[in-house]
Every structure is written in C-alpha cells, then in structure tokens.
C-alpha cells in the first residue's frame, strides 16, 4: 500500500513517500546552495527546515545539523547510513496524513510558506563535491555489442571481461548537474587514414547508473566486498556523452581521455540506498568462477530501474531506449570492493559510474553507437528526422523509476542535456 | 652569478636563493598545515612571517595576505602568475644580502627565531588539495622500450603517438606525499593463463614530473597552446607506482586502472615556473607534422632537469637511474592545450604528470620495466643484493635539480617511498 501524504502528491510523481531523494538548490529568494528533499511537485528546503525547528522531534540529529546548511550534501552523506536512515524515516513520518508530529509542518502553514517550494521553480545543482568518478564497464550487453562491431561475435568480450568489473578513472571537473548544455568537442579523428583535426562528427550519449561514495576506506585497506553495500550514498542517472571519433584514435593503450572529459551530465536528486533496496534483483548471469573477494553473500545485488532516454529534435522526441538497469554484470558492491583492492583510498563524494546500459534487443540499447551500429543504420524519429549520432541542437532525456503502484513510485527525475554548436576555434 | 643570502646556504642546496620553492607544512610547536618556503636548510613559515607584517613592502599583495594562512596552496596558485612572480622576487630579495628591506628579516632576529625552521624538523603535507590528476605519456623513449618489449620494434609505438600527447586520467586520491609508505597491493594477475588473486609480484617505480595548475578555463573552452604556460604554477617529482602483473591483465580496452591507484608520491616542494624558464630546452625531436592546436611558438618548450633514481634494499644505496627531462616528446603547455581541446575544465589544483622519463642508454631508464626487460635481466646492486622489481621494504627516492653553478641550483629535493609488505587479507 502507497503511504498517504498530507502534501498532494501527483499519481505517477518519481518522488513519492516511498522516495524522498535529496539534492541541492538555489531560489529566487536565496542564492544559497543548500540541502533539499523532492516530494511530489514540491521541495522542502532543508536548511530552512532545519533552522526552523524542523528537526525538533530527531534529537539524534541535532549534533550534526549544520549538515543542512552546507553547499553540497558530502557533509550530511559521511554521517554513515544509519543516519540518512533515520533522516529518510523521519522526513517521511513530517509528510505522512497520520504523521507522529503534525505540529511540525503538516498544521504549521507558516513553515510550510517559507520551506515549501513547487519543484519547478528552484534551480538544482551538484548535489555533492566529487572527488574522483570512476566510469565502469559492467554493461555485458553494452561491452558485447560494441565488441561484436569493431572484433567479430567470437572476440567480442576481452578475457578479462568476465572476471572483473572493468573500469577506467573519469574527468570529475567535467561531472555537470541535469539542463547543463554541453558543447560539441574539437579533437583529433582518423579521416580515414591520416589524423585531422575537427569537430566530432560522432557525438553520443550513454546511458548509465551512477553512485556515490558515502565512507572513506583507509588508503591501503581494501573495502570488504559484503561491508561495500554500506559506503554507498545513493543513486543518480548519468550520461556519459562520448566522441565515438576522438574515442577511436586516441584510447589504444591507456583509454578513453578526451573522447570523455568535455563532459558527463547526472540527474540532480539523490535516490538514497535505503529508498531502492525493495527493487534489487538479479543482474546478468555469470557462469565464471569470480574470486573470493568480489564474492557477495546476497544474490539479488542489482537494482531493478525501469530506465528511457528519449531523443529529442526539430522534428519531435522520440522514446529510443527502454531497459532496465539489471541489464550489469557487476554490482556497485562489486565495482567498490574492486577499486580499493589496492588499497585504493575511496572517499566521500566520489562517483562511480555503471557503464552503459544496454538490453539485448532492438531499442533497449543505451547508446546511438549501438543503435546505429556505428552510423552505418540511420535511426527514424518521431517527425520525420533521422540520425546516426547526435546533432546540434539535440537534446537527451534520460529518465529511470522504479515500482509499479503509481502513488508509490521510486523515480530519478530526469537527467537532460542539449548539444550545442562547437566554439569558433 | 649565485645570489648571496645573509642565510648560511650549503652549497649544493636544492633550494639555493635563484629557486624559492612552496610546500605546505606542520611544525612540532604547530600542527595547522600552513605554507612555507624552502631555502638552504631552513624554512620560511608563511604563516608567521605574514601575520608580523613579513610583507609590508609589497603592498600589491596585502589584500590576499590570508592566502598564506591556508592548509593548501591552492588560495596563492589561483592568484596567478604576475601575483607568484612578485612573492618570490620579494622573498629573494628579503634573503639577499644587500636586501632593500633589511628591517623585515635579516636585522629582525625576533622574527627570524619565530618564521625560520631547520628543513629537517617540519614535516611537509601535499602542497595543494588535488581536484583531478592525469598522467600523461610523453616520455617516447619509455613508450618505445616498452612498445619494443611487447610488440616489437616495428609495432613499438601506436599510430597516435607522434600525433598527441596520449594520457589517461588517474586517482587524484591516491596522491601522496614524499615519505608515505606505500603498501604492495593485492590484485588479479594472469597466472600464466588463468586469473589468480595474490600479491602483485611485478611492483615497479615510475620516474615522472608533474605540474600543478593554476589557472581555469571555462568549461567548453580550450586553453590556446600559447597561453597555456601561464596556467601552470609550478613542478614536483612524481613517482607513478605501478603493478606490472596487474596492468597486463586490466588494461585493455579502457587502459590503467588499479595497477595506478594504490599510491602516486609527489615531493613536498613546488618549484615555481619561474623558477624553472632559464632551464628551458629542446624535447624529442618530432618529424610529425603536428595539429596546430598544439605547435608552440617557442621552440625550447622543456626543462633540463637532472633526474635521478636510488634504490635502496637492505644491501645498500644504488644510483640506478641517470637521466634528463629533456627526454620528453610533449611540453606541459602541449599537454594542457590538448587536454583542454574539447573543453574539458581544469582546475586550480589538478596535478598532470609527464609519464615516465627515459633515455636510450643502459641505466637511463626511470622504471625496473625497461631496466630487467619485464624481469628477464636482474639488477645488480651496491652490497650484492638483485631486483628485477621491488621487494618489501625497498625504497625508491628521485631526485632532480637544474644547474651547474652550485651556490644557485634549481632542485626538487627527494621524492621517496618505501615498499610496505602487502595487507593480511
Ligand atoms: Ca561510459
Ligand atoms: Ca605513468
Ligand atoms: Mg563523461
Ligand atoms: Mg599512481
Ligand atoms: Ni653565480
């Protein structure tokens, strides 16, 4: 049964009661970047909550409340998960018809007046400070198109595919909150012999899961894989835009570099661990024997997100993919124990990220790369366009939600980016 | 001519009075993290020099005075070059013996006893808080030699290298200071066609140097070849630990990845550009013709810098490494102008290194890669002992200084780490 808000919540809202995903916002009415929850078509401005005796029934929180008037949310997120735990209930508990303190915000108009804002009117923006982001490759789906195009179906997974959750260091500068435009890149391609230097013909999108880091492991302590489930903050969409082009001549041998670092966007809510736990189920299956430490105890170790990018041009958007995010190999708990096996110091605010999410078939794929196996099949939108890759002026929605019951949905948002025309060089 | 100090300064100082170099420091008598300068054998605190008016004669700085009260650097890099220009002619010229402001320091023997430290009793700290670090590849004599070691000579270098500064982005968080232990790291190896977990059993140094920078550009902006010294701050020596084991297993097809992440050491002492720009010279030769983004108009574009590596094993000291970086094939203006082509944003603060610095002739070479041919040829080292790679308990320092003139040298000091036994897992 959907819990009952006082504060009308939308049928098929992603931010339900079931939900309550932070983020950070700015007013008209103040600049301040500050914490702030999503409910329904609403925020509740946390810092105004806060300093108005909002938290006055959580007296466990009281030690920490200046994590509520802090510009990113790092500060509140290395409070451990047993405190965003009791923050989630408790925030839940204010909202609910049948709430325990109606004294706090349900009868009191004046607080709601001034922490109470229609979604639509705040700006969002990096909900935390990152550190490092780390892009992983745990899209079996993905990774075996991709290699199915460029080495053949019977090479198409690299020996080591199987056995690690494969994964690069990513550009954390370029990390850009939802509605960010970003710019077509200027870089060196193969044309087709000899390098020129251009605007990338082959602009893409991927569409991927992506985590934050809640605890510091210290550096040369590995994190236990059955203890990594606890160093996870919550979840946002990403979309890592790639350069299919400056990708392909540049990253033999040490990887993806410019093809990535121009920008990677993420949606501006925080799902918080606890908020997806009811929707883990089985990842993609792996008959290889993994070593002891990536390992889980649990078997249901993957989320099940109903994700969508949508593709939109002059002529109209289109729906392009529909998966969902069990489509990975490897979950987050496996990418962290991997990572700091070194000893790898692992701190609050980094991102790690999913890989693209691609399903099998025709239109569950999370890449125009696949999609138009690389610009050699135009794909046929909605009003009559076409594209192999994406053009200026495009715009990629991506979207993810969990549940069925509309009233209780688990949702993201959406995570968006429009491409702009290159700089004049 | 060397400069004189009123200051006893050994000859042979790294930090003679035509250097001036920054770091962050921690005294016995004070644990607040807080700039100095290093000169001779001693140290200048900044902190305590500020605060009892050590600049009151350069006026144009006071309204940035509290830069020198910061945990980092990273406050006094972001006022740019002009601002370091004048604060290091101002500290050469209050260490001079014919100094124009005698009252500041050399007749001020109160302020002396409370600013000045022996070198040997601070402790140093990471001189700037790291946003994002990349590693580049320019040293083409150590491409090369590995190329050659795994493809052959024909094959020894990829098709772009002579076209760009290939580089990959690595874990800012792994960067430590100079005189951190670095623990040998467990990871997956191929075994020799099986995957096992154990103790990587190829640890190896990289000889590097790195960059600070020190300027941003706007993101979806790139920074023009020409204009690119000026965003950058200064230099440090850097070893780029690596798992030669785990790397050939990992690292195809997105590149380095937990063979890097376990510890990167810088030193503690940022030498200023300015420092370094009499010792500019002529790289690698290219015969390439390269993309115009990335021609400088200078044609000496890299520093001569005297790089040296010991090893030290319980047997004894071994110089096993003598070297130049001249023996680079890109400039840090070439790396930042193409790192930034796509608009990619730098910070203040993000760190790039060279990749590692090798000559062509025996004991030139800055890794134990190139120098036991991946293990087949063991050193021979002072004391009778042998490496292929690094064992427990060895310690690896770098060193590096400009000139020849030994009351005026421009050097690094060290750059060590010594070799931890792996975590009981
Ligand atoms: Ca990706
Ligand atoms: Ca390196
Ligand atoms: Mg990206
Ligand atoms: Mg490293
Ligand atoms: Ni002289």
Redesign the interface.
């Known amino acids: 049964m959907a819990k009952i808000s006082w504060l009308p919540i939308p049928r098929g809202s992603h931010f339900s009661l079931s939900n309550i995903p932070f983020g950070i916002i700015t007013t008209a009415s103040s600049q301040s970047p500050r914490p702030a929850i999503a409910i329904g078509n609403q925020v509740l401005d946390l810092a105004v909550f806060s300093s108005n005796d909002g938290f006055s029934a959580l007296p466990s929180i009281h030690p920490y409340i200046s994590v509520f008037s802090q510009p990113t949310l790092n500060a509140f997120a290395a409070l451990g998960r047993p405190v965003h735990r009791s923050v989630r209930d408790y925030l839940q508990d204010i909202f609910m018809d049948d709430t325990k303190h109606p004294q706090i915000l349900k009868s009191n108009t004046m607080l709601q007046q001034i922490a109470l804002f229609p979604l639509k009117d705040v700006q969002t923006h990096l909900p935390m400070q990152i550190?490092?982001y780390t892009d992983f490759?745990a899209g079996l789906n993905h990774a075996y198109n991709v290699g199915v195009m460029f080495r053949g179906a019977a090479n198409a997974l690299?020996p080591?595919y199987m056995?690690?959750p494969?994964?690069?260091?990513?550009?954390?500068?370029?990390v850009?909150i939802s509605g960010t435009p970003i710019?077509r890149?200027?870089?060196?391609i193969l044309d087709p012999k000899v390098?020129i230097?251009t605007q990338s013909k082959k602009l893409d999108f991927e569409l991927e899961l992506g985590a934050f880091v809640c605890s510091a492991n210290k550096?040369?302590?590995?994190i236990p894989i059955n203890e990594a489930e606890s160093f996870l903050f919550g979840f946002v969409l990403v979309n890592d835009w790639s350069?299919r082009d400056?990708q392909a001549?540049?990253?033999?041998?040490?990887?993806?570099?410019?093809s990535k670092?121009?920008?990677t966007t993420i949606s501006a809510w925080i799902v918080l661990t606890d908020a997806l736990e009811p929707f883990l189920g089985k990842g993609l299956e792996n008959k290889t024997e993994i070593?002891?430490?990536l390992e889980e105890a649990r078997d249901e170790n993957v989320y099940d997100i109903n994700l969508e990018v949508d593709l939109t041009t002059k002529s109209g958007t289109t729906t392009i993919t529909r998966t969902s995010s069990l489509n990975l190999l490897w979950s987050f708990p496996q990418m962290l124990a991997?990572?700091s096996?070194?000893?790898?110091?692992?701190?609050v605010g980094?991102l790690l990220a999913s890989g693209t999410i691609s399903g099998t078939e025709p239109g569950t794929q999370g890449s125009l790369l696949e999609q138009s196996q690389n610009g050699k099949e135009a794909l046929k939108l909605q009003g009559g366009d076409e594209r192999k890759f994406l053009e200026d002026g495009d715009m990629v929605t991506i979207r993810g939600v969990c549940g069925v019951d509309e009233d209780a949905l688990v949702g993201f948002g959406e995570c968006i980016g429009r491409i702009?025309p290159s700089?004049k060089?």
């Open positions: 550190g490092d490759y690299q080591n056995h690690l494969v994964g690069y260091h990513g550009r954390a500068s370029s850009v710019r890149p200027w870089g060196q390098p230097f550096m040369g302590e590995p350069s400056v001549w540049e990253y033999v041998p040490l990887g993806p570099f410019n670092n121009f920008g070593q002891a430490y991997h990572h096996i070194t000893g790898c110091p692992m701190q980094d702009e700089i060089l």
